[in-house]
């Protein structure tokens, strides 16, 4: 299949942001690859043995965009920033699940010595990233939504530009000073 152009897109996420559900059906196939790059990225940064394959993980976002209906969709760079931003939220939501099940929600019970050899890894630092980025947009929402868009959402500083209606030099400042404070943010925690 061609790559469709980010116009045909657009004007699908349009329509669907309207209620067309035709343009649903048509804009599924034209997106799903990216969304499954996307997925494959968000997942590549995880633990190795995450149960949590790139498959479910882009259904589960499918799901989540389709309840979507009626977003008022800009245009491509926006509805991948949207997918980006739900998919770090379903790992988010899946490591809390999964901190809640070590700390007795059903799990085996095991010996200190045995429990010692585990290590919390990437789960607990996307947790302390998610909260850290919480804290961010606290105080500089843009910010914060640059990190979204460019470390999740994989879009480069013309798209984010793009989607958050500034220059491609403050996306640029932006990431810089995001990528200091939460480097300090995250050191401290």
């Known amino acids: 299949m061609a790559t469709p152009s980010p116009h045909e897109v657009t004007d699908l996420l349009v329509k669907w942001g309207r209620g067309d559900k035709e343009a649903l059906d ?3 196939p034209l997106v799903q690859e990216e969304l499954r790059r996307l997925a494959h990225r968000h997942i590549a940064r995880e ?15 499918y799901l ?10 800009q245009d491509r760079a926006h509805f991948f920033g949207v997918s980006a931003m739900v998919m770090r939220h379903i790992l988010v939501d899946y490591a809390r699940a999964r901190g809640y099940a070590k700390r007795g929600g059903g799990a085996l019970r095991v010996t200190l010595d045995e429990a010692a050899g585990v290590s919390a890894g990437p789960a607990a630092e996307l947790l ?12 500089y ?5 640059v990190v979204e868009l460019r470390y999740f959402g994989g879009l480069n500083n013309e798209e984010v530009a793009e989607v958050l209606k500034v220059t491609s030099k403050t996306v640029e400042r932006d990431w810089r000073y995001a990528r200091a404070w939460l480097y300090d943010e995250l050191r401290r925690k």
Request: aromatic residues 2%; glycine residues 4%.
């Open 26 to 28: 048509k804009l599924v």
């Open 47 to 61: 633990r190795r043995g995450h149960t949590l394959q790139t498959t479910a993980l882009v259904n589960e976002a």
């Open 64 to 73: 989540r965009l389709i309840n979507h209906e009626g977003m008022p969709w």
């Open 128 to 139: 302390a990233l998610d909260e850290a980025l919480k804290e961010l947009a606290e105080i």
């Open 141 to 145: 929402p843009r910010r914060s939504r």
